[in-house]
């Protein structure tokens, strides 16, 4: 056997093939994307709401004036919503907002529901490292920060019901290398809860997204964290 011609023909299909592949698959990511028509993360200033299905939830302080509210809005690829979640809007009832898909092809029904939290509730309404808002799931709170971050020493910024309290004071640098158990004192004083926050980092390759990046890691939608 020609050893030459071998590695010459191995030298082609290395040089000519693997681009094409390559190619192949970025141009199906980004057909497939502009197929989408989802609502990939909904805020209302810090309140990072619960999407469940075609449903999202959001629980705001007893201050806040649910009638004129701007959200911050994350959507598929090249999709666009109506109406205009960035204007103000009144969520005295639930709203219905609809996504369609970069293509014009695909439709999306979301109902935003926005109920106020009581005086006498002790929860958190949301929880910040940084531009990192964490995951708030029954109670328990995660979130996964950049690699290479000191989670040694973190300050967070918390959102509760008017009036609450929370110790220990997460405003002051606590280690998270462990999980953290924080209670939860509402403003009457009647009622107490317990959360656990669980800090992680993200691996070396991966891609943390913030409310400042836009940018697209590898050509497929950034995944949230």
Do not use: H
Not at 22 to 34: G, I, P
Not at 122 to 148: C, H, M, P, Q
């Amino acid at each position: 056997m020609n050893t030459n011609s071998y590695n010459y023909k191995s030298l082609f299909w290395t040089i000519f093939l693997i681009p094409i592949l390559v190619l192949f698959s970025c141009s199906k990511d980004s057909y497939e994307s502009k197929k989408s028509s989802k609502i990939l993360q909904w805020n209302f200033g810090d309140i990072l709401g619960t999407i469940d299905g075609m449903s999202i939830f959001a629980k705001l302080a007893s201050d806040e004036d649910i009638s004129k509210l701007k959200a911050d809005v994350r959507l598929s690829i090249g999709a666009t919503i109506n109406p205009d979640p960035s204007t103000k809007i009144d969520y005295t009832n639930p709203i219905n907002f609809i996504v369609k898909s970069e293509d014009g092809i695909n439709n999306n029904k979301y109902k935003i529901v926005v109920s106020i939290a009581k005086d006498n509730e002790a929860e958190v309404l949301s929880w910040k490292f940084g531009d990192i808002s964490a995951i708030i799931k029954g109670r328990n709170i995660s979130a996964t920060l950049s690699y290479g971050t000191d989670i040694s020493k973190l300050k967070a910024n918390v959102k509760l019901p008017k009036g609450a309290s929370i110790n220990p004071d997460p405003s002051n640098n606590i280690d998270y290398t462990n999980p953290v158990t924080f209670t939860i004192r509402s403003k009457d004083e009647t009622n107490t809860d317990k959360y656990k926050v669980i800090v992680s980092l993200a691996k070396d390759e991966e891609y943390i997204y913030d409310e400042e990046d836009e940018e697209l890691w590898n050509g497929r939608i950034i995944k949230f964290y």
